[in-house]
């Protein structure tokens, strides 16, 4: 391990317009922050990269804050933060319910939602919230600032529209109407990789996203369509096995994620279902 690390390059910005600066002017530079998944992959001997910018210092990307109707997280907020904000817990209470099944206390501590976001796996616990509520990411880049609608910056397994020179600064959360529901199914409820996941928001037009049923986080838009206009949930559930993708591989099977994704499915509408039409 220290022969490892000894031919590693760690750059340490001095403030987040000197990132920028360097991600354009001195590549290749990978952003690290809390090193939750690098730390996997350096233990591994999987790693690829050899020159890191630490972020970690950079307390103004901590901020949780809400700008007019707007819940804005700093993508350097962790998970510990995220579950004591009082901002997350009145508009958004079901990221808390996603960060408590994020590995354990130590992870907590260390992990941050901008590295789970530009992590990129279908697998995020996070991930299917900020699809669920149609959050913005917000990208800055030594030239400019840019926002990408949530669902729309994925483009493949691990793969996003973010650039090279660009860092993820925040993500943005607009006010949300109706109830919120988020599931893990997992070997374990935290410290275990999800099987499946799933966020929603229970409305007249309700939202539905999954992980780790598909390359991707994903929205099931025939499902959604289906139940805002009252259509049963018998039909609703044969229409997200249609909508999702799922593989096999070490941790289940598809026919498994099929199964499960339609059993949370009628788990929150029947948990979300007004008390007279339960």
């Given at each position: 391990m220290k022969g490892i690390v000894s031919a590693l390059e760690l750059v340490e910005p001095r403030s987040l317009e000197h990132a920028l600066r360097l991600l354009r002017d001195d590549a290749p530079l990978t952003p690290l922050a809390g090193c939750t998944d690098l730390y996997v992959l350096l233990n591994?001997?999987?790693?690829?990269e050899r020159r890191f910018l630490n972020l970690w210092k950079l307390n103004a990307l901590r901020r949780i804050e809400l700008r007019g109707d707007v819940l804005a997280i700093g993508a350097l907020a962790t998970y510990s933060q995220l579950i004591r904000s009082r901002?997350?817990?009145?508009?958004?209470?079901?990221?808390?319910?996603a960060a408590r099944e994020v590995g354990g206390a130590q992870i907590q501590n260390r992990g941050t939602i901008g590295?789970?976001?530009?992590?990129a796996s279908p697998a995020g616990d996070t991930l299917p919230v900020f699809a669920a509520v149609d959050a913005t990411v917000v990208l800055r880049s030594a030239d400019g600032?840019?926002?990408?609608?949530?669902?729309?910056?994925?483009?493949?397994?691990?793969?996003?529209v973010m650039r090279a020179d660009e860092l993820i600064t925040a993500v943005e959360i607009p006010a949300i109407e109706g109830r919120q529901w988020f599931r893990k199914v997992g070997t374990r409820a935290a410290q275990a990789i999800s099987k499946v996941v799933m966020a929603?928001?229970?409305?007249?037009?309700?939202?539905?996203?999954?992980?780790?049923?598909a390359p991707v986080v994903l929205r099931v838009p025939l499902t959604e369509a289906w139940l805002s206009s009252g259509g049963s949930i018998e039909e609703a559930a044969a229409l997200i096995e249609r909508e999702i993708h799922p593989i096999d591989d070490v941790r289940s099977t598809a026919l498994y994620r099929r199964r499960v994704a339609v059993n949370?499915?009628?788990?929150?509408?029947?948990?979300?279902?007004?008390?007279?039409?339960?």
């Amino acid at each position: 391990m220290k022969g490892i690390v000894s031919a590693l390059e760690l750059v340490e910005p001095r403030s987040l317009e000197h990132a920028l600066r360097l991600l354009r002017d001195d590549a290749p530079l990978t952003p690290l922050a809390g090193c939750t998944d690098l730390y996997v992959l350096l233990n591994f001997g999987t790693l690829a990269e050899r020159r890191f910018l630490n972020l970690w210092k950079l307390n103004a990307l901590r901020r949780i804050e809400l700008r007019g109707d707007v819940l804005a997280i700093g993508a350097l907020a962790t998970y510990s933060q995220l579950i004591r904000s009082r901002h997350v817990r009145q508009r958004l209470p079901m990221l808390i319910d996603a960060a408590r099944e994020v590995g354990g206390a130590q992870i907590q501590n260390r992990g941050t939602i901008g590295g789970n976001i530009a992590n990129a796996s279908p697998a995020g616990d996070t991930l299917p919230v900020f699809a669920a509520v149609d959050a913005t990411v917000v990208l800055r880049s030594a030239d400019g600032e840019r926002r990408v609608a949530f669902n729309e910056f994925y483009t493949g397994y691990r793969k996003s529209v973010m650039r090279a020179d660009e860092l993820i600064t925040a993500v943005e959360i607009p006010a949300i109407e109706g109830r919120q529901w988020f599931r893990k199914v997992g070997t374990r409820a935290a410290q275990a990789i999800s099987k499946v996941v799933m966020a929603a928001v229970r409305a007249p037009a309700p939202r539905i996203a999954l992980g780790s049923v598909a390359p991707v986080v994903l929205r099931v838009p025939l499902t959604e369509a289906w139940l805002s206009s009252g259509g049963s949930i018998e039909e609703a559930a044969a229409l997200i096995e249609r909508e999702i993708h799922p593989i096999d591989d070490v941790r289940s099977t598809a026919l498994y994620r099929r199964r499960v994704a339609v059993n949370l499915l009628r788990r929150f509408w029947l948990d979300t279902a007004a008390p007279d039409t339960a």
